[in-house]
């Protein structure tokens, strides 16, 4: 009897349509990123049980750590009307090129004094600055100015109220924050978020 | 590599030597594994980043005629003070000698949800309401881990309260200011 050849069939796949559906992916994944923002301090947030997923947009937030207080806002437009707002307020006016620099900051920590030197520095020099903070202090609060700003320029873009957030370093101590959260609640923001990571119940 | 050589190989007999015809095929098994590690980079690293948050609700300091008489002893009253430390008390503040306790599940939850349940039971039912109080001594993640205590022993009715000078007094003497 002859022996059944079994026909010896290539091992080799055509991955060409594979690999136009992955690199398709990673083009769509690596375009929708987005990448963690760096903290101008280090910040180490608190944990908490029951915590609600923060919404990507439509969101300011405050961070604190090492005593300083920091402010950002989310949105291109939102950050440049705010910035506009306070300058009149302070009597300062800012170029085209220091909004077009001030919209894409996450998140600053300089007196509304020194604004237009850090706009003008080069990025460079932007990351080795120590921001000194915003100054919350009842002499000069211009946190308050900053967040109203912020919060009426929401309402004037988008017809939404703002939503505040609040990350704070674990080990900052209480009048600081006790300090933010009154500042807040001077402006009747009396519900806002604080940032926490998730831990189990135990 | 993932390629086997199935073709016939004979020879050619006489004539010319034909240069051979080399395949077109690229090994793409590499350049899939990279892309797909890629993939799995991004689809991890943008899930997870979504921050996380707590919601907080302040009581309205304007509308002062709008607040209700509760009764004192509904309230329990938590002192945040220094060293991770905290303590609490029942009612009116020199009534009752507070206790100095730790956060946790022996500590802060233990008091929260024995004192709750005293209360339900003295007071036909109304929850308790606490008023945490953090010193200036005390850190944000105390008042996290405070409010976080409330949370998992379902008290509702909370609120955070500025620190009146007797009571830090009393931090004092219990040596947590």
């Known amino acids: ?11 080799v796949t055509d991955m060409t349509a594979m690999c136009d559906v992955a690199f398709l992916l990673l083009t769509f994944f690596i375009m929708t990123a987005k990448f963690k923002q760096e903290d101008p301090v280090p910040v180490a947030i608190p944990a908490y049980s029951k915590t609600v997923v923060l919404p990507e947009d439509n969101i300011a937030t ?29 009597n300062t006016t800012f170029t085209p090129t220091e909004t077009q620099v001030f919209s894409t900051l996450p998140t600053f920590g300089v007196p509304i004094s020194e604004l237009k030197a850090y706009l003008g520095m080069d990025p460079e020099q932007m990351k080795k600055y ?18 109203h700003k912020a919060r009426e320029a929401d309402k004037a873009l988008n017809n939404k109220a703002l939503r505040i957030t609040i990350k704070c370093d674990s080990k900052e101590e209480y009048p600081t924050v006790g300090r933010v959260i009154a500042i807040l609640q001077k402006q009747k923001v009396n519900k806002f978020s604080l940032i926490t990571t998730t831990k189990a119940a135990n | 590599m993932a390629e086997l050589d199935t073709s016939g190989g004979g020879k050619h007999k006489g004539g010319k030597v ?34 996380k948050a707590m919601d907080m609700a302040m009581p309205d300091k304007d509308e002062q005629n709008t607040q209700l008489p509760v009764a004192a002893s509904r309230t329990m009253t938590v002192l945040l003070g220094s060293k991770d430390k905290l303590e609490w008390y029942m009612g ?44 200036d001594k005390s850190n944000y993640a105390n008042l996290v881990a405070a409010l976080d205590e409330l949370n998992i022993a379902n008290i509702d009715i909370h609120a955070i309260v500025d620190i009146t000078p007797v009571e830090i007094a009393d931090l004092k003497k219990n040596g947590i200011y």
């Open chain 1, 1 to 11: 009897m002859p022996r059944v050849k079994i026909a010896r069939k290539s091992t």
């Open chain 1, 62 to 90: 405050i961070t604190i750590g090492k005593d300083k207080v920091f402010f950002g806002v989310e949105g291109v437009n939102i950050r440049k009307m705010t910035l506009e707002e306070v300058g009149k307020l302070y």
């Open chain 1, 130 to 147: 120590t921001q000194p903070g915003i100054p919350i202090d009842s002499v000069s609060n211009q946190l308050y100015n900053w967040i």
């Open chain 2, 18 to 51: 034909r240069s051979k015809k080399s395949s077109t095929r690229v090994d793409m098994t590499a350049m899939v594994d990279l892309a797909f590690l890629l993939i799995t980079f991004f689809i991890l690293s943008t899930t997870l980043n979504k921050p």
């Open chain 2, 92 to 135: 009116e503040p020199g009534k009752s000698a507070p206790t100095v306790d730790n956060y946790g599940k022996e500590g802060l939850r233990k008091a929260l949800i024995e004192n709750s349940d005293k209360v339900k039971s003295t007071h036909g039912g109304q929850p308790m309401i606490v008023l945490i109080k953090p010193s």
